[in-house]
Nanobody, 117 residues
């Protein structure tokens, strides 16, 4: 069975950087579209970045230019490099996987990112 495990979250100062990882076990990683979502307290879960099996990426306007999604098919891992972090980036960040971008099949448990001085 397929399991997604996020790591790399933590506390960072405004303007700082953080790199999240999502390790995938089981399944056929190279066939998946991978994504990153985030959910802040009291808000809906927001799709912030996707990367297809072919490497095409897409970003929400709120993170465009600051966040970069990438994948390593050998390590079966997807990454989210975050720079110029703002307090409003504070949220639980979730990794996702599916065969198409708009149909998530698998979810990670989430990792907390807190941007605060």
């Amino acid at each position: 069975q397929v399991q997604l495990v996020e790591s790399g979250g933590g506390l960072v100062q405004p303007g700082g950087s953080l790199r999240l990882s999502c390790a995938v076990s089981g399944g056929i990683f190279r066939l998946y579209t991978m994504g990153w979502y985030r959910q802040a307290p009291g808000k809906q879960r927001e799709l912030i970045a996707t990367i297809t099996s072919g490497g095409s990426t897409n970003y929400a306007d709120s993170v465009k230019g600051r966040f970069t999604i990438s994948r390593d098919n050998t390590k079966k891992t997807v990454y989210l490099q975050m720079i110029s972090l703002k307090p409003e980036d504070t949220a639980v960040y979730y990794c996702s996987a599916g065969y198409v971008t708009d149909k998530v099949i698998y979810w990670g448990q989430g990792t907390q990112v807190t941007v605060s001085s």
